[in-house]
């Protein structure tokens, strides 16, 4: 089964942007579409946004136009761009994958985004 490490997070002042990364291990990533997530603290984790294995994207109507998902097969990578982020976007930031749900039971450690000034 592919396993997934996230990582780019960080404390950053809204506005601001960061990247996170997510990074797979084994063949059959470039077959999956892969979904980014986030889980604010006494939250369900929900949607941010995803990308097809050849490149379409979509996104949560809060995420449309500040974020953007990019993938690199070759290097069995998936990227989030996030820019103008926000205190309420503080959360830990997974991956995996599926287009409208996790295909994957299991989540990986995910990565710490805290927004605050």
């Known amino acids: 089964q592919v396993q997934f490490l996230e990582s780019g997070g960080g404390l950053v002042q809204p506005g601001w942007s960061l990247r996170l990364s997510c990074a797979a291990s084994g063949s059959s990533f470039r077959a999956y579409a892969m979904g980014w997530y986030r889980q604010a603290p006494g939250k369900q984790r929900e949607l941010v946004g995803a990308?097809?294995?050849?490149?379409?994207?979509k996104y949560a109507d809060s995420a449309k136009g500040r974020f953007t998902i990019s993938r690199d097969n070759a290097k069995n990578t998936v990227y989030l761009q996030m820019t103008r982020l926000k205190p309420a976007e503080t959360a830990v930031y997974y991956c995996?994958?599926?287009?409208?749900?996790?295909?994957?039971?299991?989540w990986g450690q995910g990565t710490q985004v805290t927004v605050s000034s």
């Open positions: 995996n994958p599926g287009w409208d749900s996790p295909i994957f039971g299991s």
């Open positions: 990308i097809t294995n050849g490149g379409r994207t």
